[in-house]
């Protein structure tokens, strides 16, 4: 269920583009884009909306393709990967968290954490126990059976991170995770990176256009006009 990975570099990229065409017009999203994340950083990609933050996530999460270029993953290259072992890899290694939460409506807390593990096969004693081990790292035990709509927008976020964190993922990905959160809750979740990066050994690489992610982070790369504007 763990990541296995023998190396420092969790995620590189080598010369990523990536176009759309829009009407018979070239949308050159992402320009050449370099770089690199260690293990066990909190990295986040700050950028204006259009910048090329939001699809540069989307293909180190295997969730699109680059057009040209490399995107190395937990040492292994998912540029040109199959869509099926792509999906393998991030199931078992890659955890999301969205702005939206995306948590299912008609599941409780401890449902809505469990599910990656029942979709991995695993026995419901082991899903209960990292279920609540997850649930206790965002302090939402007493909440375990309450639905999303019976929480407020920072508990839910809390349930989407232990859900990231459930199946042990070596990296987790989250677009805009404080976007619809008022600045003292989304300054919690903020902190609650933070203590996951410590705790659970994981790397977390995140989006943002709020300044206040750069005190929190361990390196920001920014991001203009599909380009990485800054050198590591």
Request: charged share 25%.
């Amino acid at each position: 269920m763990a990541t296995i990975f023998q190396g420092d570099t969790v995620v590189e990229s080598f010369g990523v583009t990536r176009v759309y065409h829009v009407d018979q017009i070239d949308v050159h999203a992402l320009r050449g884009v370099n770089f690199k994340i260690h293990k066990g950083e909190f990295v986040a990609l700050m950028g204006r909306s259009g910048s090329g933050k939001t699809t540069l996530m989307n293909i180190i999460g295997g969730l699109d393709h680059p057009t040209e270029g490399q995107v190395i993953l937990f040492g292994n290259d998912i540029s040109k990967m199959a869509d099926r072992k792509l999906t393998e890899l991030r199931r078992a290694s890659i955890g999301f968290v969205f702005q939206s939460f995306a948590l299912m409506p008609t599941m409780s807390a401890f449902e809505n954490v469990e599910l990656p593990l029942r979709m991995l096969g695993l026995h419901r004693r082991q899903r209960r126990q990292r279920a609540m081990e997850c649930l206790e790292l965002v302090g939402l035990t007493r909440w375990a059976k309450h639905r999303p709509q019976e929480m407020s927008g920072g508990q839910q976020q809390r349930v989407a991170i232990a859900r990231a964190l459930v199946n042990s993922p070596g990296l987790i990905l989250a677009d805009e995770p404080t976007g619809e959160l008022d600045s003292t809750t989304g300054r919690g979740i903020l902190d609650l990176f933070r203590t996951v990066v410590q705790e659970e050994h994981v790397t977390i690489l995140m989006t943002s256009h709020d300044p206040v992610v750069q005190e929190m982070v361990d390196y920001t790369y920014r991001m203009a006009d599909g380009t990485i504007t800054n050198e590591r």
